[in-house]
């Protein structure tokens, strides 16, 4: 590991030319073929590294991966991303793996993020577009003492921890579209994704998964729901490295405050960030759709919206179809 750490530093240093293993070898006191077997472990991480007989090895083109060695400049967490960090080419969806994670008895604060997901997930059952290099995809660990009835706090923790991250990096004015859609201009620009494992009265595990929209282009995004990303909003690039640390921050920050103060922080800021409050919406649920003023989001982030009638309801699953 440190060989290949090593070897990357060094690739970057003499990018755009060529690192010669010989020297590598001889420098570090390794045979030739360890750092053969280096480079190898690099290109399975998903960098792009050309070999030349003669003259060695060179970055083919600049990183922008997720792996530790990029993420880590950026990290300031003390718990989310540093107690174990899985990193994947391709997943067929990072929660599916966190899970599995979770279930081998991995701790709290476990990361899991892919460069792509084959078939990553979204909320109600729909599909996340995840196309390689451009988004960010990634599920955190989490290990909830409280009762399974309270774990929609922990959902809308995390729309709240992408929101303040992307307003404080880029001052994108993102909002949250209950439960923890992420708008720009009314532009999905990320999601949130929290599946728990659960007894009646006790949380197993929780794995929050989180979906960014970052540097794509319009042709990258799927047709029919109005998507955007950091990129189109800015009109630059933006380290994904960068957003996805500084989203960890904001995580570890909002469940620090959720475990020792309870949800009233938690819900305050929501309510400053929400696009659904004090508008008229539809709201699609089991039995219908709901249509009236949204209100207000309880101790258990549940929806209230006032009908056109006068009647009160509280939505805890569904979808908001309009926001007017
Ligand atoms: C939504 O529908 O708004 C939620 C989208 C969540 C997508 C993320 S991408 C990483 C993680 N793995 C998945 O399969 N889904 C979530």
Known sequence: MALRQEVLKKLREVSPCFLSGESVAQHEGVSRAAVWKAVSSLRKAGYKISGSPRRGYRLVEPADLLTLHEVEPHLETKVMGRVGYHHFKELTSTNDRAKELAAAGCPEGTLVVA?????????????????????????LVLRPKFAPHLAPRITLLGGVAVCRAIRGLTGVEAGLKWPNDVLVRHRKVAGVLAEMEAEADAIHHLILGF????NMESCDLPAPIKGTSLMLETGKRHSRAQVMARILLEVEEL????????????????RQLS???????????????VVGRARDIDQEGALLVMDQGGHSHRITHGEVLHVR
């Open 211 to 214: 979906g960014v929209n970052v």
């Open 115 to 139: 460069e792509a997901q084959t078939a990553g997930k979204g909320r109600l059952g729909r599909s996340w577009h995840s196309p390689l290099g451009s988004g960010l995809y990634f599920s």
């Open 275 to 289: 696009i659904t409050l004090g508008r008229l919406v539809g709201v699609e649920r089991e039995g219908g759709v």
């Open 255 to 270: 469940w620090g405050r959720l475990l020792l103060e309870g949800f009233t922080p938690i819900a305050e800021h929501w």
